[in-house]
Every structure is written in C-alpha cells, then in structure tokens.
C-alpha cells in the first residue's frame, strides 16, 4: 500500500475508533472513562474473589436472609458495581418514567424534584436522603429546594465520590454524606425535617427496621417519601416465567427478596407513620421507564468489548467483565420484568410522622 493508502486506512481507524468509543450510547452524564474503572475500594487484584463472594450469598440456604450478612453483601456489591454505574448510567442510580420531548437527564431530574416537593421541605430545611449512593439525588433536590441535604450510604467508596461530585458542583455547603448503616443510623432521634429515599430501601432485609429508623429521627408532623421496588398485582408466584424474571432481578441487583407492593403501606402503619398517599410512578399514563434500558443495548456491546479488552491488557481489573456482564444480565431481566409490568422500582409512598405518637392500647 501506498503512503497515502495507509494515511487514510489510518484515519479511517482511528475515526472508526473514536465513534465506537467516543460516540456510540454515551451515558447521559460523564462522571467516569472507561479506563477509570475500578472495585470501588476493594484492590484490583480482590475484585474477581469479590465477585464470586457475592454469587456465594445466593447459595442455599440464602446467607442474605440473615439479615446481619446484608448489609456486608450490599457493601461488596457497590464495591464492585458503582463505577459502571456512574460510566454507563450516570450519577443517579436509579430509574425514572420516560417524557415525551425530554433527555433521560431531564426525567431523571424531574422524577428527584418530585421527591423533594411531595415532602414540602423549605430552604434551610435538614433532609435526610436514606441510601444517597453518589449523589446525584441529592444534588439535584438540593438546587431545587435549597434544603440541606444529608446523605447516608453503607459504601465508602460512594461516600467519596459523592464528596467529589458536592465539591465539583458547588453544592458541598448544602450537601453532607455520611457512611453507615440506614438499618441503624448515626443520627439523634427528632432531628430531620424531612427524609426521602429513592430505590434503596430495598435493599433492606425487613423493611420496618428501615422505615423505624427513619420514623426515629424524623421531626413530629415531618414527611417521608420512598420510591420502593416491588412486584406488583399482576405477579403470580406459581408462574415459573414470573419467578425466573424476579430472581434474576434479586441476583443482580443484591437484593434480599422483592416485596408485593401491598406490604409496604402496612409495614409504614405498623412502625407508627400515617399513610398520606401511595401511587405506583410506572403506571400509565407514565410512559415505560424501562425504554432507557432497552435503547442502550447497542452501547451495552460497546462497553462488554471496551472491558474486556481493558480487562485483558491490565487496565481494569480481572472480574470487571463478570461483573459487567451480570448487569448485562440484569437489564435483560429488568426490561422484562417492566415490559410484562409484574415489577415496578417506583411505588411511591408518601408517609407523616404524627404530631402526636399514637395512644398504646
Ligand atoms: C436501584 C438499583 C439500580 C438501578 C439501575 C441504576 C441499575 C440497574 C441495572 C444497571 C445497569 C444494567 C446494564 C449496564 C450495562 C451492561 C453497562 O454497559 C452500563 C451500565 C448498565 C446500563 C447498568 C447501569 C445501572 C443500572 C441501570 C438497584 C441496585 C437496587
Ligand atoms: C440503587 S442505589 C440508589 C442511590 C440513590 N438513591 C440514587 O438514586 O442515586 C442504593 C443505595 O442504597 C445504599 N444502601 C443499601 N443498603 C444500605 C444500608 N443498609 N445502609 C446504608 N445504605 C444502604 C447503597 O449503598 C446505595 O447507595
């Protein structure tokens, strides 16, 4: 071949490169390249052992109904998932109902201010965000309500990209995170005028002890929200379709056992909260949140290419490909559990603290 011939089979290439690595599905926001990613904080070397240490948690008898062993597992599973995330998702870690005529970024928006103005909360306001992961949440409602927002998650490596991310936004004035255990938290009892949590608390084996944890340290007459993932009225137990989706969605995403959503308005009653409103957010008109999941396939392959061959040439560490192509997995099992509209992650309950605590009978 000429000199001119390989100039341009070489530009061709290197153009060819760019679009595959560059422009094809990018995230909707960049918080992370491809070759930042890492196990959170567990080294480079421990991820595969932390992988396989996460599959052993399904064995049988489940470990994770132990409800001590949970919060260690979902500790190790965002080790091990955060940076995908924020790389191929963003820094939300959640998912919002599609909007005509908007980016994914603007619903993911509007689905967080949502929150914040069910719960009525003032500039100045203390708000408790339970299970914060990197803080997109709590940067948004935080510029929206001008609250102060205090986030709590069980993974360290969160809670310092979240500081990042403050500090980069401006917002770290506002915004505080803190790392503990949502299932006791390091908070004085009465201290919150507010509290929300979006698709978090279930990752929470009994989900009273979470919502009495919240009960406690909310203000009388304050308001909590919770955008809670559960199986809805039309999943039936005996169907073996229904159960493979549902567990597959349990195994990917490290959670101890989906909820019907008839249980989360009596677990709220029974720790002492009155029911303000409850309304399933994926329900039509809502447009299908599970669009953004299926629109990004093409990316998917993208990226299971880039990590394997970053994994290969030592840039990611070993594991990161299992670890990917169970969230491969995963959307699969999320897509159909949305499109046969058996599972929704946004039941929203709207819940008060009584001014006064209910008489003992
Ligand atoms: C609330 C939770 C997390 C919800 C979502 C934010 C994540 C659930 C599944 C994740 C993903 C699946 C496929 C990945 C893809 C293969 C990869 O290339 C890029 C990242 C994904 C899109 C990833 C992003 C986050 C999710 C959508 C749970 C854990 C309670
Ligand atoms: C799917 S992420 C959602 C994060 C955030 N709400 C968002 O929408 O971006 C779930 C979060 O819950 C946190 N979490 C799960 N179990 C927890 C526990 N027992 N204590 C504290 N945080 C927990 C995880 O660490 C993670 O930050």
Redesign the pocket.
Known sequence: MDPFGLFCTGALLACGLYWFVCLLGPAEQKGKRAVDLSGGSISAEKVQDNYKQYWSFFRQPKEIETAEK??DF??TF?NLVTDIYEWGWG????FSPSIRGKSHRDATRLH?EMAVDLIEVKPGDRVL??????????RAIAAHSRANVVG????EY?VNRARLHNKKAGLDSLCEVVC????EMPFKDNTFDGAY????????PKLEE?YAEVFRVLKPGSLYVSYEWVTTDKYRGDNPEHVEVIQGIERG??LPGLRNYKDIAEVAKKVGFEVVKEKDLAKPPALPWWTRLKMGRIAYWRNHILVTVLAAIGIAPKGTVDVHDMLFKTADYLTRGGDSGIFSPMHMILLRKPQVPPTQS
Do not use: K
């Open positions: 949970v919060p979902v500790d965002y820094q939300s870690f959640h967080e965000d339970v299970g914060c992961g990197v803080g997109g949440p709590m709590i998650t069980i993974n969160q503990g255990n949502f299932l949590s979006i698709e978090a608390t279930c990752h929470a979470v995403d490290a």
